[in-house]
């Protein structure tokens, strides 16, 4: 590696704290900065692959995140009527291979937890623009700088992507969010399993245990329903009390678990997007995590391949001659496992949100199946688990 850096990170969400911690420890000088004005996690609760559980041991994190966390065995997925649609188990992967159900609170404190420069953080400073390539303009006119390497980690909705507008191949808002929200779990009865229920494409019903929750006592769960964007901004008491009535025919198991859901700010929106850069860097800029290669939610690999951005690219920094062998490394190492993802996730998510019904049918009748073949198993799971690298091998 050539020296120590002046490295600059803009956003810190998982991708910017993995970002910090692996920069930090091969002692480059990190300046981070944050728009919001408190430090704080932001969004649902996720799945921990494989892939994710093997960078986070790398940084020494494993245990506090096993204990935070709940161990999900597998994901299973029904229609309303109980015919099964998807069924899988981590351990048909590897023997003791799993998932991790999280929240957000959760790994965002272990992560913050073990950043010793965590005080010096820019809070409440927004970066809308670099100058002359290595120097950082914030919303005050301030500057800041110069960097010897920009890392541009300020997710899905990034700011600092349209400064290179035609390095960008795809950003497109999906036309499908969800609304989502937080549950005691002491009596849902499937600790170790992601659960779904499935009616048509429209309605989609997720059940995550996630563990413990910041500041809270006992176990929980992430509730999570599919709605229409364009539904959310007006998500309103009336549209609660037509959400609990849809649980209750879909799912009814579920309906007396919302009872803590009293007003329709209880729930929280997510909006997501399909974005693809034609190269993750430009000059000494680099994009991570989604504001690189923000992705629909249904394979679940947001968190995961923002924490193997930021191993990969530290990877690349210590093992180059220079920073721009170790941006152009970076790219190459992530190309295929990003463009299969992607990918999968573009052509998947029809089938599970959208206004295409006539494809549920052809869902829910094929995807058990295929699900039980061996070969397209196999594929199936290293999918799930985060581990696929190649279309066929």
């Known amino acids: 590696m050539q020296g120590r850096l002046r490295i600059a990170i803009v956003g810190y969400g998982t991708a910017g704290q993995a970002a910090a911690l692996f920069l930090s420890a091969q002692g480059h000088r990190l300046s981070i900065f944050e728009q919001a004005p408190v430090l704080g996690p932001v969004g649902a609760g996720f799945l921990l692959q494989p892939t994710g559980l093997g960078v986070l041991d790398r940084l020494g994190l494993?245990?506090?995140?096993?204990?935070?966390?709940?161990?999900?065995?597998?994901?299973y997925g029904a229609t309303p009527k109980g015919r099964s649609v998807m069924d899988m188990s981590y351990r048909d992967h590897a023997p003791d291979c799993f998932g991790l159900g999280l929240t957000r609170g959760s790994l965002f404190g272990v992560l913050h937890d073990a950043y010793?420069?965590?005080?010096?953080?820019?809070?409440?400073t927004r970066i809308d623009a670099i100058d002359s390539g290595d120097t950082l303009l914030d919303s005050e006119g301030r500057k800041h700088g110069p960097f010897d390497l920009i890392v541009v980690a300020d997710g899905a909705h990034s700011r600092l992507r349209g400064l290179h507008p035609n390095n960008i191949k795809r950003q497109k808002l999906y036309p499908w969010g969800a609304l989502w929200c937080l549950l005691p779990a002491e009596s849902?009865?499937?600790?170790?399993?992601?659960?779904?229920?499935?009616?048509?494409?429209?309605?989609?019903?997720?059940?995550?245990?996630?563990?413990?929750?910041?500041?809270?006592?006992?176990?929980?769960?992430?509730?999570?329903?599919?709605?229409?964007?364009?539904?959310?901004?007006?998500?309103?008491?009336?549209?609660?009390?037509?959400?609990?009535?849809?649980?209750?025919?879909?799912?009814?198991?579920?309906?007396?678990?919302?009872?803590?859901?009293?007003?329709?700010?209880?729930?929280?929106?997510?909006?997501?997007?399909?974005?693809?850069l034609r190269e993750p860097a430009q000059g000494k800029v680099v994009y991570i995590g989604d504001a690189a290669h923000a992705m629909s939610p249904q394979l679940g690999q947001g968190v995961n391949m923002a924490l193997l951005d930021a191993e990969t690219l530290a990877d690349a920094l210590a093992q180059s001659p220079s920073t721009d062998d170790a941006l152009m490394a970076y790219r190459d190492r992530r190309r295929a496992h990003l463009a299969i993802y992607q990918r999968l996730s573009r052509w998947l998510t029809p089938w599970f949100q959208s206004?295409?019904?006539?494809?549920?049918?052809v869902r829910d009748l094929g995807f058990g199946p295929l699900g039980r073949f061996a070969l397209t198993r196999g594929h199936m799971l290293?999918?799930?688990?985060?581990?696929?690298?190649?279309?066929?091998h």
């Open 62 to 75: 494993s245990k506090p995140i096993l204990e935070r966390g709940q161990r999900i065995e597998r994901l």
């Open 116 to 124: 010793a420069d965590a005080s010096e953080i820019a809070v409440g």
């Open 188 to 276: 849902w009865a499937y600790p170790d399993q992601l659960q779904q229920r499935y009616a048509g494409t429209r309605e989609m019903i997720g059940m995550l245990p996630v563990g413990q929750r910041t500041e809270h006592a006992g176990r929980w769960l992430t509730f999570y329903f599919s709605v229409p964007g364009e539904q959310l901004d007006h998500f309103d008491a009336a549209a609660l009390a037509q959400l609990r009535e849809r649980v209750a025919a879909l799912w009814p198991e579920v309906e007396p678990l919302l009872a803590t859901i009293a007003a329709p700010e209880q729930m929280h929106r997510a909006r997501y997007r399909d974005v693809l």
């Open 355 to 361: 206004e295409r019904n006539s494809l549920a049918g």
């Open 382 to 392: 290293r999918i799930l688990t985060g581990t696929k690298q190649s279309w066929w």
